[in-house]
Each structure stands twice: as structure tokens, then as C-alpha cells.
Nanobody
Framework: QVQVVESGGGLVQAGGSLRLSCATSGSIFSTLRMGWFRHTPGKQREWVAS???????NYADSVKGRFTISRDNGKKTVYLQMNSLKPEDTAVYYC?????????WGQGTQVTVSS
């Protein structure tokens, strides 16, 4: 299980942009499929986007066309570029390897989109 540190969240107006970063540890990062997830109180954590070791990407329908996931294997970091943000994107965002190992999650980064 890689350890992760998410950053880059903040408060932004609707229509704005943010770029999240997920720094990881471990020597196997380049071989891992990684994903971004988000959690809103009262709801289950939901998958947002994922990227394979060969940089193939997939997105939830709710963010397709607005969010872009990418990775830098040299920096062992995964990014989530979020454009055209909506109030419903407000959540704590987490990254993790896929499949997840055990119950590990990082501390997440809060994204708040005001209307």
C-alpha cells in the first residue's frame, strides 16, 4: 500500500479551477493504477477518475469533460485538474491505489465550490 498526501484543495467560485496533487511514497508507484475519489458528509465515498500505469484514463460521468487526471512517475505524483467547477463538486478529495489495499486512506484535501 502506497502512502499518499493530497494537497491543492481550497475555496473557489463556481466556474473556477483547482489542481489537486497526490504525492506518494514507495518504489512501485509507476506500476500502480491510481484513482481520485471524493466524499461528502452523508454520502458514500465515490470514485471520480482513475489512471493506469500506461496512463489510460477513466472518469465518472459527473466530471467527464471537466476534470483531467494525470501522473508524473518521476515525481511519484498523481494530479487532478478540475475545471468548470460546480457547487456539487464540493467534497473532500482523496487519492488511492486501485484496487485499494486494506482500509488505508490519506487525510484528503477539502474542495469547496461556492455558487
Amino acid at each position: 500500500q502506497v502512502q499518499v498526501v493530497e494537497s491543492g484543495g481550497g475555496l473557489v467560485q463556481a466556474g473556477g479551477s483547482l489542481r489537486l496533487s497526490c504525492a506518494t511514497s514507495g518504489s512501485i508507484f509507476s506500476t500502480l493504477r491510481m484513482g481520485w475519489f471524493r466524499h461528502t458528509p452523508g454520502k458514500q465515498r465515490e470514485w471520480v477518475a482513475s489512471i493506469t500505469s500506461s496512463s489510460s484514463t477513466n472518469y465518472a460521468d459527473s466530471v467527464k469533460g471537466r476534470f483531467t487526471i494525470s501522473r508524473d512517475n518521476g515525481k511519484k505524483t498523481v494530479y487532478l485538474q478540475m475545471n468548470s467547477l460546480k457547487p456539487e463538486d464540493t467534497a473532500v478529495y482523496y487519492c488511492n491505489q486501485i484496487p485499494q489495499v486494506g482500509t488505508y486512506w490519506g487525510q484528503g484535501t477539502q474542495v469547496t465550490v461556492s455558487s
